[in-house]
């Protein structure tokens, strides 16, 4: 199983968690603009004609998963992507590809990760609930400057082939990635995204980040109450 060194962060477990002090940030929308492990995707096929090559040999099985659920059908691009790639060798392309990103002007909203800082400064217990893979995120955390964040995130594990998908950790995963963790109540949760309704039901503030009208309402319509929303930079 791929580990990196902020994945396994201790959290005061069960009812010694202070949910008054629990603050939940998802990843991509709220502190980076865009998709992490997509971009990273995406750089593995521009940068290898061979990937691009097994992409068109393995259309038939990936356009066949994308009749049943576009979901399987990504998931089987990732497969073909991180072909080749045990867990040592996935994490050091990981690792420079955040090292890379991490560099980009504008990759990260300046705005989402002053409000993290001040949390982190309030003596908050901040936790980093994503869909992005654990060494992408723990690496893009780690340069800047944020070591110390608990981080619950999807997981690759290593297969006949190369690193597969183990954990996807979107919707009620996320649930079941915190309570593993021992945690089971939080005060505030930042989303930009629809699908983290469980994670966002449960706090006693919902805050939406840059939400259209549109997506603000059917937040508010699922969860029966207002949530805060903020335009973030």
């Known amino acids: 199983m791929v580990t990196g060194e902020m994945t396994d962060a201790p959290v005061q477990a069960g009812g010694d968690t202070d949910a008054s002090r629990t ?27 061979m990937h691009k090559v097994l992409a068109v040999l393995t259309m038939p099985w990936w356009l066949l998963c994308g009749i049943c659920s576009r979901r399987w059908a990504a998931r089987a691009l990732v497969h073909v992507a991180l072909c080749g790639l045990g867990a040592q060798r996935y994490q050091g392309v990981a690792e420079a590809f955040a090292d890379q990103i991490v560099r980009r002007p504008r990759a990260f909203y300046r705005d989402g990760l002053n409000a993290l800082r001040k949390h982190l400064a309030d003596g908050d217990e901040v936790i980093i609930v994503t869909g992005c893979e654990r060494i992408l995120v723990t690496r893009l955390l780690q340069q800047l400057g944020l070591p110390e964040v608990t981080i619950v995130a999807s997981q690759l594990k290593p297969g006949l082939f190369g690193m597969r998908t183990h954990v996807h950790n979107v ?8 309570a593993a963790k021992g945690v089971e109540r939080w005060r505030l949760a930042y989303s930009d995204s629809f699908q983290d309704m469980p994670m966002l039901k449960q706090a006693s503030e919902a805050v939406l980040v840059n939400g259209t009208p549109k997506l603000c309402k059917r937040v508010e319509k699922a969860m029966g109450r207002a949530i805060t929303r903020v335009a973030w930079y």
């Open 171 to 178: 919707g009620r995963r996320k649930i079941q990635g915190l």
């Open 23 to 49: 603050v939940l940030f998802d990843f991509d929308g709220v502190l980076f603009q865009g998709d992490a492990f997509e971009l990273f995707i995406r750089h593995r096929y521009a940068s290898s004609p």
